[in-house]
């Protein structure tokens, strides 16, 4: 089966500049899930999807970061404009029910110069 | 006080010996947990889910929950040098996402 799937692998852009990651979850999951990872503060959860509709998105940085979830099969985030403190690996994860565990994709890594 | 604690290590044991991991959770609404382990560069991996006071096994791994002193742990046995990652503990919150820890180091010294 195929696991949680991101887009792209690896990111450098200049600050400034529109960034778009991708994320296809799990089919059959109804939940989909979008964090950051650095070294200084872990795994962060910026926003959180149920049946398609944002649910909790306290942990959206400011207003330059955005996410949608147009259809059960797709998902973007999107940073505009991005700064170098935006530089982490972004991971997507989705699961099935609410008790259920998270399945992660293999993150983007993001760099922003 | 921190919604999910783990001591950062790194934790370092020799080759076959028993690894514990321990982890504190501050909502004592949640009702599922789970360990993941994340090898350096990789994305977190789901190694074990506990729902239930008590212990739940799977092969080398070993789950420990007690919900009266909110205190998730894990063991591992007879550790190898693959084992070596960091282990991430998550905890469902009741508002239903997922509070993970800092993660411990571990390193397995042949």
């Known amino acids: 089966d195929a696991g949680v799937i991101q887009s792209p692998r690896h990111e450098v852009t200049e600050m400034g500049q529109e960034v778009t990651l991708r994320c296809k979850p799990i089919?059959?999951?109804?939940?989909l899930f979008w964090y950051r990872q650095t070294m200084m503060r872990g795994l962060e959860l910026l926003i959180y999807f149920n049946n398609n509709v944002p649910i909790d998105d306290s942990g959206m940085p400011e207003d330059r970061f955005s996410a949608k979830m147009p259809n059960a099969s797709f998902s973007t985030l999107k940073i505009q404009p991005s700064e170098p403190r935006d530089s982490a690996v972004y991971f997507c994860a989705s699961r099935t029910g609410g008790d259920q565990p998270q399945h992660f994709g293999d993150g983007t890594r993001l760099s922003i110069l | 006080q921190k919604e999910v604690e783990q001591n950062s290590g790194p934790l370092s044991v020799p080759e076959g010996a028993i690894a514990s991991l321990n982890c504190t959770y501050s909502d004592r609404g949640s009702q599922s947990f789970f360990w993941y382990r994340q090898y350096s560069g990789k994305s977190p991996e789901l190694i074990m889910s506990i729902y239930s006071n008590g212990d739940k096994e799977d092969g080398r791994f070993t789950a420990q929950l007690n919900k009266a002193s909110q205190y998730v742990s894990l063991l591992i046995r007879d550790s190898q040098p693959s084992d070596s990652a960091t282990y991430l503990c998550a905890v469902n919150r009741s508002q239903g996402n997922l509070i993970f820890g800092k993660g411990t180091k571990l390193s397995v010294k042949p």
């Open positions: 089919s059959g999951h109804n939940s």
